[in-house]
């Protein structure tokens, strides 16, 4: 088995806001093969109002995935960037939610392959309607995906796989 490590990203949009941004993330990892999946909301509190537009990207280093092959194949990783305001607006429950959503979806699409199109169309739109509605639900409900069209702060985010300890 092996981790995947959300390394780094680079923010390459500010939104129009005063200050920095405040980004957090969401990362799914599935493996079509065994039919599991991974979820991990990521945070770092040095983040709050200071992720800004530069040339260099800001460090992240933190295990999203654990316990998968990780074969490319048969794994698709997707990662969405949410910018913070206030507070952060999907808890717990709402994570644990939308984990289920997408490992419910994930069972229901055994025998496809990873590259497909068509699955990872599937999967993209199934986190993603699944974040817009815990924004959406939440009581701050102020938090932005930054993934919806006319927000692309997030276009550079490193995934990297390695062998678990």
């Known amino acids: 088995m092996a981790n995947l490590v959300l390394k780094r990203f680079k923010c390459v949009e500010d939104t129009d806001e005063i200050g920095g941004e405040s980004p957090y993330f969401i990362t799914w990892v599935g493996d079509v093969r065994q039919g599991e999946s991974t979820l991990k909301l990521t945070r770092k509190t040095y983040w709050d109002n200071n992720v800004s537009k ?3 990207p800001w460090p992240v280093d933190d295990v999203v995935s654990t316990g998968l092959s990780l074969n490319p194949s048969d794994t ?7 910018e ?3 507070g952060i607006d999907v808890v717990t429950s709402e ?3 939308i984990r289920g959503s997408t490992a419910t979806v994930l069972r ?3 025998g496809f392959m990873a590259s497909d ?3 990872i169309s599937t999967m993209r739109n199934t986190l993603e309607g699944k974040i817009k509605q815990a924004l959406q639900s939440s009581a701050g409900a102020d938090d932005d995906l930054m993934e919806e069209s006319g927000h692309r702060a997030a276009r550079i985010i490193d995934l990297r796989g390695g062998a678990g300890s």
């Open 54 to 56: 530069g040339p260099g």
């Open 76 to 82: 698709l990783a997707l990662a969405m960037m949410i």
């Open 84 to 86: 913070k305001d206030e």
């Open 95 to 97: 994570i644990d939610a």
């Open 108 to 110: 229901n699409h055994e």
């Open 117 to 119: 199109p068509n699955f």
